[in-house]
């Protein structure tokens, strides 16, 4: 165990694009945690308020889809894989189809009280890095290390758009900007559990970091407060 023995919650938060997911997977590789993406989930419901038809804006509609709704995260060797009534959902949750409504439905307070009531079970047993928008705020207020990651909007757009380019996904600059401006909007505007860096986090600005120095930031904060909990 290269880390100690008592195991810590993570908590990494951001807007869409400036790398959450990367990091957050390489810094529990790393650290031997689990790495859990909450956005994914958030994803899946969107997927089935899609193929369902489902008209997300009622609520009684939308609380009778979140009654068939059973979402399950595995975790595999190549990272976490998640299953929508038992479906492996993985890769159509991040097609652009649920770019364009994921966020309106992640304003809804009944979709945010079952997702987070099941984050938070993940993380009874910490050695968890969880991340999201509001993990640090909401989901684990008491996480024993916050980072918040921001970017310049330039180069989150230049991500995205060739992480969209690699998956063939052929869109221009423009539109790729617009949803993320888009998201930012309603993510950090919604009256439920909005976006906010909370008090306690760490800022990294990950504009001009590579993956690599960005890990090396958050494994040395990581390091400092994990030798703090063994003293
Ligand atoms: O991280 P991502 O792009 O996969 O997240 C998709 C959407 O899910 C994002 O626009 C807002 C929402 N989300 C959220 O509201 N709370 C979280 N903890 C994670 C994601």
Redesign the pocket.
């Known amino acids: 165990m290269p880390t100690g023995h008592r195991k810590i919650i993570i908590a990494i ?1 951001g807007y ?2 400036c790398g ?2 990367t990091l957050a997977r390489s810094l529990a590789k790393r650290l031997r945690y689990l790495h859990v ?7 899946a419901v969107s997927l089935y308020v899609l193929e369902h038809k489902v008209n997300h804006r009622d609520v009684d509609e939308m609380q009778q889809a979140l009654n068939h709704i059973n979402i399950h995260l595995s975790f595999e060797k190549d990272g976490q894989v998640t299953w929508l009534n038992n479906e492996n959902v993985e890769s159509a949750i991040r097609e652009p189809r649920i ?1 364009e409504i ?2 309106d ?2 304003t809804l307070s009944n979709v ?1 009280k079952a ?1 987070v009531a099941q ?1 938070r079970r993940m993380g009874k047993e910490k050695g968890i890095v969880m ?5 640090g705020t909401v ?1 684990f207020p008491e996480a024993d290390l916050k980072l918040f990651l921001v970017s310049a909007l330039e180069v989150r757009v230049e991500r995205r758009w060739l992480e969209l380019q690699n998956k063939g996904i052929d869109v221009s600059k423009e539109k790729v900007k617009e949803n993320l401006l888009l ?1 930012d909007q ?2 950090s505007t ?1 009256s439920d ?1 909005p ?1 906010r860096k909370a008090e306690d986090a760490t800022e990294i600005d990950t504009s001009y970091l590579t993956p690599d120095e960005q890990l090396q930031i958050a494994y040395d904060l990581a390091r400092s407060v994990i030798a703090r909990e063994v003293e």
Do not use: E, F, H, W
């Open positions: 938060d869409s694009a959450k997911s993406d909450s956005g994914a989930m958030y994803r770019n994921v966020s439905v992640s945010r997702m984050q991340d999201g928008r509001d993990i989901v998201r309603i993510d919604r559990s976006l």
